[in-house]
């Protein structure tokens, strides 16, 4: 295997001879590669879930057509699929650009802003995304757009940033062992992995914010008599 990029990662390939390599087993032989590339696969859904570290960003068309709520982004992406959304921006053609305020869909048209036009205000309910006030034909004129931003879970071990797919790797390693009853060894495997999510999401995506108290010059004076 040629020397890592880490701006690539690993490929899929890469990754199935990685587990392989860590078992001393270049070829099919105990395990499959099937049943590796799916606990790969299945590392990669439980570290997408627990870290939200697949982030994405896709457009949603608006309608002129009075709709409330929209069920899937203009990319494909369902709404159903999406684990958490973080923010999302009203754009069109004449260079407006305006972030949405989110709210709770009991708000909806009781804000000050509630005739059909360029909307100010998103919601989630369910599995749809709603946006308010409702478009209309000047807005589809000018081709308005709302650009979500949100993380989803993904099988897919080319998604994961490239310092967490060791983590994925590790996870195959732990599975292969158990199931061959080594099972000491396998959860060795599976405690670096738990102990590498738990410090990822520590260390990258559970910053506190910063106190007023932080930003305090100490005082340094020193008492006399």
């Not at 048209?109 to 059909?116: A, F, I, K, L, V």
Request: glycine share 6%.
């Amino acid at each position: 295997m040629s020397a890592l990029d880490l701006s690539d990662g690993y490929t899929a390939a890469e990754a199935l001879q990685q587990v392989r390599s860590l078992l001393n087993e270049p070829t099919a032989n105990y395990w499959t590669d099937d049943e590796l590339n799916k606990w790969i696969q299945e590392a990669c859904i439980d570290i997408t879930t627990k870290t939200l570290c697949y982030e994405k960003s896709g457009d949603i068309t608006l309608v002129s057509t009075p709709v409330l709520t929209y069920g899937a982004l203009d990319g494909g992406d369902s709404i159903d699929d999406i684990l958490k959304i973080y923010g999302a921006v009203y754009y069109d053609s004449t260079n407006v650009y305006r972030g949405l305020m989110k709210i709770h869909p009991r708000i909806v048209g009781r804000t000050q802003e509630r005739t059909p036009g360029e909307p100010y205000y998103y919601y989630i309910f369910g599995d749809e995304l709603g946006i308010f006030p409702v478009s209309n034909a000047a807005v589809v004129t000018a081709t308005g757009k709302v650009k979500v931003f949100y993380s989803m879970a993904d099988e897919t071990i080319t998604n994961l940033p490239y310092y967490y797919q060791p983590l994925a790797i590790y996870y195959a390693v732990a599975m292969a062992r158990r199931k061959q009853k080594m099972e000491a060894e396998g959860r060795q495997w599976l405690t670096m992995y738990i102990n590498s999510i738990h410090f990822y999401r520590a260390d990258l995506y559970e910053r506190g914010i910063d106190s007023k108290e932080m930003f305090q010059i100490p005082d340094r004076a020193i008492a006399v008599g």
